[in-house]
């Protein structure tokens, strides 16, 4: 069973930055972030495959996310540079061992979630 566990949120004026980490069990898996704000479904942001070596984003985030993992200490971040109000939303990790791709219901294992909120 894949346990993950989000920290690093926060409140954060716009144009700042936040680093979110994704600790748990079982890290040999693709990973991602997805994030959902009220009212609306939960969306893709950021995918990293089990090897580290290749990556992909939702347009809206590039250029301003990365996303990178390290398997030695089970853990994978999400540097968020240049944040938006817009980016405001509760952010998920998520993990599969053989999806990698941008749809939610693609991802077995979720964690509970920390909250970002980008003041202007």
């Known amino acids: 069973q894949v346990q993950l566990v989000e920290s690093g949120g926060g409140l954060v004026q716009a144009g700042g930055s936040l680093r979110l980490s994704c600790a748990g069990s079982g890290l040999t898996y693709s990973m991602a972030w997805f994030r959902q704000a009220p009212g609306k479904e939960r969306e893709f942001v950021a995918a990293?495959?089990?090897?580290?070596?290749?990556?992909s984003y939702t347009d809206s985030v590039k250029g301003r996310f990365t996303i990178s993992r390290d398997n030695a200490k089970n853990t994978v971040y999400l540097q968020m540079n240049s944040l938006k109000t817009e980016d405001t939303a509760v952010y998920y990790c998520a993990a599969d061992k053989t999806y990698y791709g941008m749809r939610p219901r693609g991802y077995d294992y979720w964690g509970q979630g920390t909250q970002v909120t980008v003041s202007s």
């Open positions: 990293i495959r089990r090897s580290g070596d290749s990556t």
